[in-house]
């Protein structure tokens, strides 16, 4: 085997971890954006606020902090932005109303119910089979790159099944990463 042909292949397996780590990323991601009845500060990620003609992420205005496990807090650093921090969250439609005391925002959490629980862990599940087909298609892509690469007599026979247990031994990796991930939140949203 050449050297350009190693090259080859490490690029293929190297793409094949990075975009299946990318699936599982955005993946956490949207879990984090998910009211399970637990202060999150996640769900105040993506709101800005007009902070004198700049608009600046939330976290930037204010100290954002969980006193309680399902109140969040927001201490505005300047007390004249209340109001504009107050607006912004409601118009971000994140389905929770701010209480302004005059010096915090606080936003509490409701208690789910169970129905709202089990629609909760449907999401989830849901969310969890939409990253392990992101990760089958990335399988699909390195193995389509693999044939390719055998094809154009770069790499051979051999060498290509080898390739094609490795991919699948890291696919199985990530998999099992999510599921893991999976019962984890559900774990989270089901405790009462």
Known sequence: MLHNDIEEIVLVMEELEEKATKSINSFVAELNLMRAGRANVHILDGITVDYYGVESPLNQVGNVTVPEAR?????????SMLKKVEKAIIDANIGLVPNNDGKNIRLIFPEPTEERRRALVKDLKGYAEKCKIAIRNV?????????ALEKAKTITEDVEKDM???IEKIVSAKIAEVDRITAAKEKEIMTV
């Not at 109140?71 to 007390?79: L, Q």
């Open 71 to 79: 109140i969040i807090m927001i201490t505005v650093w300047d007390g």
């Open 139 to 147: 399988r699909r892509d390195a193995l389509t790159d693999l044939k």
């Open 164 to 166: 094609e247990g490795e």
